[in-house]
């Protein structure tokens, strides 16, 4: 196992290049280009602010901001997931012609999400301190929060990558799955807002608990709640180890199935 | 394995061969029937091991597994049985240009395509020029790759794949790509890898390449390993065996074209070619005979040849006939032709008989020749003219060009 993620470390310069690869043929062809990445989340701030303060009315306040603190975060999750669901299934014609390590694969989809997300940030934070939320001390954690995603994320994309190869159709039973998981992540609504009976679909929930991380260092200015994200962070360490033995186990059949 | 680079140990592989790929939900989950597939073994038990420096080639027909053993030499696949170890870095030319993005400069593939082969970009930086200039694209290695010929997309390819600088190179019939003059360049880069020391497997259907290059061939015949050895000693044997599995196809084709026919009329047992005459004489066979009387289509540059031509003759009795042959290569270009009337032979016509015509060194190039065949009247009128009567087939473990051999020998003298 841990030759697996020798290989992978050895691989590190194709990794490096498949992600900006990724980045940059995304909007390839559009008049805006990679101008895009950040003309992305403006223009859904734009939308959301419109939206929420003038045709409905949340009892939040800065309701745009409360939702944007956690979207860009959900996104980098959903997208990741949804994209690397199919990734090795499109990656045929270079599984088929040449030897690497087809963990790279899922991990570059990954790391194009979290660069992704981390360009989301140049208009967030500008975007949070226009309605006085300035960056402040928690941003400290925000590292770790990260951390702790891209771990979640990754062993998930390790998952459901293989498993698409030998069942297709998972990736569209994503696509329902994912937009499910939306409503029970915390993103749209407060969690006090919730009936008292269905509490635990978010108190066991990872990724509540991670969009909460989020918001409590940018909209609430408070320090996340490190028992709770220490629980998460071991739980996404654990599921990752699995998950790469998993799809170590299934990689050598890929080439049979694709 | 201290001095061993490549041992293969038992190794084996099957693929599935699905007749009905799609399972339905239900086959899936009561049945646990993933279709319906049949297994078909493409590598059986082949175990060999190269040491480290030498060049081995691989020989087979196509489809006999070549091909998936250096896959699985590359762990692009895994064996189902036996194992494969590997001392050092592998680079292989078995699909060029793995991972090139049509709308990348040149440039920017080649740091994309050799950190596929696991180069680090400082390695790759301190390449580049060279595998600019190896590919020669000069200027044009700044334009995306879509607008490249396929000649300079597959140059450009080759030149990053041998310059990643492998312990271990493994070549599969890359001898097809470019011009000639870059073939030649490829097979210089390969021998200059060899002198450097490196290990190398290649496969090629060019075997003066081969017996040239190879320290030692493998022969993989239907999935089996069932020889290996000296490079000249392997290609004759596996030339023999191609040699005679086509003659046997002829035989099998020729049987049916005489099946066809019971009444054995003659026109229909030559092949496709034209024939006139007015028939006062017919040729009704021609048979090419090796030293020991056997028909053939395949001859040994070199050995004796016998075309026998059977005729019979109608009640007139004809007076000066002149038998005559001709031999063409397959483009239609006359290699020699003579006849009895040329060689001054007066042959009298009996009801029936057999011409023969004998060589005693066949001294024809290697290749595929047809036959004519003529039977005449001295003043050029024909009685029946055959095209394309057989076809035949010389074989040569010399690689001579040109049409025929000329008996030689070399000399030298120094000093002069």
């Not at chain 1, 690869?21 to 403006?42: A, C, E, I, M, Q």
């Not at chain 1, 967030?124 to 771990?151: D, E, F, H, K």
């Not at chain 2, 097809?176 to 490196?198: H, L, M, P, T, Y």
């Not at chain 2, 032979?345 to 008989?353: F, M, N, P, Y």
């Amino acid at each position: 196992m841990i030759n697996d993620w020798i290989d992978v470390y050895n691989y590190r310069e194709f990794l490096k290049n498949s992600v900006s690869k990724d980045l940059r043929t995304r909007y390839r062809g559009s008049v805006f280009g990679f101008l895009w990445t950040f003309l992305n989340p403006l223009l859904m701030l734009v939308v959301y602010s419109v939206l929420f303060s003038i045709v409905v009315r949340m009892q939040v306040d800065n309701y745009p901001l409360f939702l944007f603190s956690t979207l860009l975060s959900w996104n980098f999750f959903s997208t990741t997931i949804l994209s690397g669901s199919s990734i090795i299934v499109n990656s045929g014609n270079l599984i088929k012609k040449i030897y690497f390590p087809h963990e790279i694969l899922p991990i570059s989809v990954v790391m194009g999400g979290l660069v992704n997300y981390i360009y989301g940030l140049v208009i967030l934070i500008p975007a949070l301190s226009i309605y006085g939320y300035y960056p402040n001390t928690n941003y400290i954690y925000l590292p770790l929060i990260l951390l702790i995603q891209v771990i979640l994320t990754l062993a998930i994309t390790f998952l459901v990558s293989s498993l698409t190869v030998f069942f297709r159709d998972l990736e569209h039973m994503l696509v329902i799955i994912v937009n499910a998981l939306f409503y029970l992540s915390g993103v749209l609504f407060p969690l006090s807002t919730v009936p008292e009976r269905a509490r635990w679909l978010f108190d066991f929930n990872p990724i509540a608990m991670l969009m909460a991380s989020y918001r409590d260092v940018f909209y609430y200015n408070q320090t996340p709640d490190m028992f709770t994200l220490s629980m998460i962070g071991l739980f996404s360490f654990v599921l990752l180890i699995v998950a790469q033995r998993i799809f170590a186990k299934l990689k050598f059949r890929f080439i049979e199935e694709i | 394995m201290s001095n061993i680079a490549i041992r293969v140990s038992d190794v084996s592989k099957k693929f599935k061969i699905f007749e009905d790929k799609p399972a339905t939900l239900k086959d899936r989950i009561i049945y646990r029937s993933k279709g319906v597939f049949q297994e078909k073994w493409v590598l059986r038990d082949i175990s060999f091991d190269v040491p480290q420096g030498k060049m081995i080639g691989l020989v087979g027909r196509n489809g006999s597994g070549k091909s998936t053993l250096l896959k699985i030499l590359t762990r692009i696949l895994q064996p189902d049985k036996g194992e494969v170890e590997i001392k050092g870095r592998v680079s292989s030319l078995l699909e060029l240009g793995a991972g090139f993005h049509m709308d990348f400069t040149g440039r920017e593939n080649i740091y994309m395509n050799a950190s596929i082969f696991g180069l680090s970009r400082k390695e790759i930086d301190g390449k580049i020029d060279e595998i600019i200039r190896f590919a020669e694209l000069g200027p044009f290695i700044e334009n995306p790759v879509r607008t490249y010929s396929s000649g300079m997309y597959m140059r450009l390819a080759f030149s990053i794949a041998v310059h990643v600088d492998p312990d271990i190179l493994l070549i599969d019939e890359i001898l097809a790509v470019g011009d000639n003059a870059f073939q030649k360049k490829c097979i210089s880069r390969i021998e200059s890898f060899k002198n450097q020391g490196k290990t190398i497997v290649f496969v090629s259907h060019d075997n003066g390449v081969m017996e040239r290059l190879c320290d030692e061939l493998y022969w993989i015949h239907e999935s089996k390993l069932i020889a290996h050895g000296e490079p000249r000693r392997i290609i004759r044997d596996y030339m023999d065996f191609l040699n005679d599995s086509e003659e046997k196809r002829l035989n099998e084709e020729a049987k049916l074209n005489v099946k066809s026919d019971e009444v054995a009329e003659v026109k229909e047992v030559f092949q496709d070619g034209d024939r006139w005459g007015n028939k006062l004489a017919e040729i009704v066979r021609v048979r090419m005979l090796d030293v020991t009387g056997a028909e053939k289509h395949f001859f040994e540059k070199g050995k004796p040849l016998t075309i026998a031509i059977h005729y019979s003759a109608s009640n007139y009795v004809i007076d000066k006939p002149v038998f005559g042959i001709g031999i063409y290569r397959m483009d239609g270009y006359c290699c020699y032709g003579t006849n009895t009337h040329i060689d001054h032979e007066r042959i009298a016509l009996e009801d029936k008989g057999i011409v023969e015509f004998y060589v005693e060194h066949l001294n024809l190039v290697a290749g595929e020749y047809y036959l004519d065949v003529a039977c005449h009247h001295e003043n050029g009128t024909p009685y029946d003219y055959i095209t394309r009567a057989l076809t035949f087939n010389v074989k040569s473990y010399e690689e001579e060009i040109g049409i025929a051999y000329l008996p030689h020998q070399w000399m030298h003298k120094g000093g002069q």
